[in-house]
């Protein structure tokens, strides 16, 4: 087997176990779960690592198709698909969103808001959690610089606890530029950050109430009649019953159908009515019972 080939599988192989360990890592900072400094530590240490090996493989990749005369961009995005499975280029994927959702925050804009359409914020549970995390994190970068004697260590934890930080950032950030969205029409996207996305059409809305729930589970979870619940702080407030299943897509790629939506809303009733406005508005030519 040629080098280059077992760079490639090295490379694979070294995505596919640490993408687990980064999903969990995201998905306790949504869910405000306090995660001991060293296991951050090693788990960010460990993603580092393996990013180093990929970018070696992935220009050694790019370059193959350079010189095969395929364009920049259909270069990389054919050395990203050879080298990275589904999930991994998610997550990569999420990461990029993270960082361009601080530079919106920082503007104070918002993503794809369309005018006309109603922004419905949900970090109001999460936030004092996030800002927790964060001031835990600072702390704990601060003592490991003040207790680790050996520079070239220090160097490679400063880094990988500044990552830390900008990922608990990045994640709060992006939940506050991309809200959940009821449209003009009666359409409902729900988000959360980077990591879901679900577009509901105006068609599909059979009715919405305020409905406060404190779900155990996970940040995404589905039951077996259909019910999606997405849980931010451990509540949802809002209840959407739809006329059909949609179809939506997990952080990590996997595929699945909702009869039902569950979701948080800081100001649940201005939700409610805005989707129940839009399905009773005589201009549509629809009709239904007048919003509570």
Known sequence: MSTGG???RAARAAAGAVLPAEAAVLVCLAAGVRIPGAVLVVAEALVA???????????????TRRRAGAGRRHAVRGALRTLLPVGARRLVAYEIRALRS?????LRRRHQVPDGALAVAYTGPQTALMYGLLFVSVVETVLLALVVPWPVVHA????????GVVLILGLHASCVVRPHVVGADGSLRVRYGGLFDLRVPAAAVAAARVERRYPDGRLLEL???GVLDLVV????TVTVELTEPVEFVRPLGARGFARTLRFHADDPR???????RARTDPARGTAG???R
């Open 102 to 106: 601080l530079g919106l925050w920082l």
């Open 233 to 236: 702080g451990g509540q949802t």
């Open 6 to 8: 077992m760079s490639l």
């Open 223 to 225: 039951s077996a009649d």
């Open 156 to 163: 490679i934890l400063l880094v990988v606890d500044v990552y």
């Open 289 to 291: 019972p007048a919003p």
């Open 270 to 276: 201005e939700t409610v009515a805005a989707l129940t």
């Open 49 to 63: 690592t393996v990013l180093v090996l990929e970018a070696v493989v992935l220009w050694r990749l790019y370059a």
